[in-house]
């Protein structure tokens, strides 16, 4: 009973974490792939004119909390916030996704 219960709990982990990371991929195409790139390159008529740098440039010189900053709080003079559209967690979800993009 023990072991049904502990394969049970983690197989609803799993199934939660891979809904989680598709959410978060859901919410980076819908919030921030017109201007980072659908994969984190920034080669979009967007990213380019505004000179964005690609994921593997910008999470090496930024730590995960300064991007979740970021995303909550804006980058002037053109990227909004997103703080009072997306929870923590999902701010959280979408840094580390396109964190993901850089490796």
């Known amino acids: 009973m023990k072991l049904t219960m502990t394969c049970a709990a ?3 982990f799993g199934a939660a974490s891979a809904w989680a990371q598709g959410d978060s991929k859901a919410l980076y195409m819908s919030k921030c792939a017109t201007c980072h790139g659908p994969d984190g390159k ?3 008529a967007m990213g380019k004119k505004l000179k964005v740098q690609d994921a593997q440039t910008a999470a090496g010189k930024m730590s995960a909390d ?3 900053k970021i995303v909550a ?3 002037a003079p053109s990227m ?3 703080g009072k559209q997306l929870n923590a967690e999902q701010v959280k979800g979408v840094v ?3 964190r993901g993009l850089g490796k």
């Open 80 to 82: 909004m916030g997103y």
């Open 42 to 44: 920034a080669k979009t």
């Open 73 to 75: 709080d804006g980058k």
């Open 96 to 98: 580390d996704y396109y």
């Open 66 to 68: 300064e991007m979740i």
């Open 10 to 12: 983690l197989i609803l």
